[in-house]
Structure formats: structure tokens, C-alpha cells
Nanobody
Framework: QVQVVESGGGSVQAGGSLRLSCAAS????????MGWYRQAPGKQRELVAQ???????NYADSVKGRFTISRDTTKNSVYLQMNSLKPEDTAVYYC?????????????WGPGTQVTVSS
């Protein structure tokens, strides 16, 4: 079983910055993709940014140029640097990891961390 925990959420004024961190633990043989998703009240969960095993990245159009995803493979960790935050970025942010334990696939989610951006 692979556990995932996010940290770094909080409240910030529009134009500010936050850095989210996500660490995975457990039996991990390989991580194929690491991603950040968010869910605002009354809306569906959406992909914010993802980084693949080959270091390819994918961003939602709404965050391109403002958010940067990075990883530390030695720590099974992924980060999301969020700059120029807007009130519409307010949501619960979830970390997701997909990979293999050596005996089975895993698709693990963290409990989420709240990000609130005030105008």
C-alpha cells in the first residue's frame, strides 16, 4: 500500500504564492506519473499539473505560466509552485501518484490540502 500526504496549503491574497509538497511512502518500485488535482466547491475534480516518468509535464490551461510542477525522485516527492494566485484557484488540492509496487499497480491519492485565495 502506498500512502500519499500533501502539505503547504493555506490562505493567501491574490497575487501571492504558495508551494505545495507531496510525499509518498510505502512499497514503491516505480512511479509512472505524479500529479496535482483540485476540486472547488460545487465543481468536479480537475487536473492542474502532471509530471511523467520521462519528466514530461502537462498543465491545465488556466495555470500555465503561473504554476510549476517539479519532483524529487529520490524522495518520492512532487511539488507545485503556485505564483500569481487568483481567487479562482481556491480549492482543495490533491496529490496523485500512479505506479507499481513490484507486484501490483497503485493509484494513490492524498487527503487534500486547502488553498484559499482572497481578492
Amino acid at each position: 500500500q502506498v500512502q500519499v500526504v500533501e502539505s503547504g496549503g493555506g490562505s493567501v491574497q491574490a497575487g501571492g504564492s504558495l508551494r505545495l509538497s507531496c510525499a509518498a511512502s510505502g512499497r514503491i518500485f516505480i512511479i509512472n506519473a505524479m500529479g496535482w488535482y483540485r476540486q472547488a466547491p460545487g465543481k468536479q475534480r480537475e487536473l492542474v499539473a502532471q509530471i511523467t516518468i520521462g519528466a514530461g509535464t502537462n498543465y491545465a490551461d488556466s495555470v500555465k505560466g503561473r504554476f510549476t510542477i517539479s519532483r524529487d525522485t529520490t524522495k518520492n516527492s512532487v511539488y507545485l509552485q503556485m505564483n500569481s494566485l487568483k481567487p479562482e484557484d481556491t480549492a482543495v488540492y490533491y496529490c496523485n501518484l500512479e505506479g507499481h509496487t513490484g507486484s501490483s499497480l497503485f493509484d494513490s491519492w492524498g487527503p487534500g490540502t486547502q488553498v484559499t485565495v482572497s481578492s
